[in-house]
């Protein structure tokens, strides 16, 4: 699937986003972390992982770094498990754009040029952009997930 940036979007990333959401069991991935590939042609799985401490997610998230040793935008999906008491536990899929304020325009553009693409292709409702450490806490990913009930 070519996106009119001229990034295409492998079934790779597809795949990914399905294992988090339908496989069960211990296996099952909690995050998936997306990056544009080196020559810019393609989305591509970086990571998945079945590692449940969201601390262990963001720290992997926001360490790439790009071949000039600067940190590197990333996209990720996190399956937010919470509890609305009353109302039982639930699960959101929550989609998140990471964009260090280092990143170059030029870099900046073409990540913003394919991140509605993705995250419309995964079909995931919640969106988070983050240039800080503080727009991705744990707090605000619950908040965002659960509709501003926690």
């Known amino acids: 699937m070519s996106l ?17 959401l339908y496989k069960r069991g211990a296996g099952k991935p ?19 992982s079945p590692e449940k401490n969201y601390e262990a997610f963001l720290q992997r ?20 498990e919470y509890d609305l008491n009353e109302d ?14 280092v990143t170059s325009t030029r870099i900046r553009m073409l990540y913003a040029s394919t991140k509605e693409q ?10 988070i952009h983050a240039d800080d450490l503080h727009d991705i806490e744990w707090k605000n990913i619950l908040r965002e ?5 926690l």
């Open 118 to 127: 993705l995250r419309k292709a995964l079909d995931v409702k919640v969106s």
């Open 4 to 20: 009119p940036s001229g990034v295409s979007i492998t079934t790779e990333c597809i795949d990914a986003y399905k294992e988090l």
């Open 88 to 101: 039982g536990r639930r699960a959101t899929i929550v989609f998140i754009s990471w964009m260090p304020g």
């Open 30 to 48: 909690t995050f998936v972390i997306y990056k544009i590939s080196d020559d810019e042609h393609s989305i591509m799985v970086e990571e998945s």
């Open 61 to 80: 998230l926001t360490s790439a770094h790009d071949n000039d040793g600067k940190p590197a935008p990333r996209y990720a999906i996190y399956d937010v």
């Open 145 to 149: 997930a659960s509709g501003g009930r």
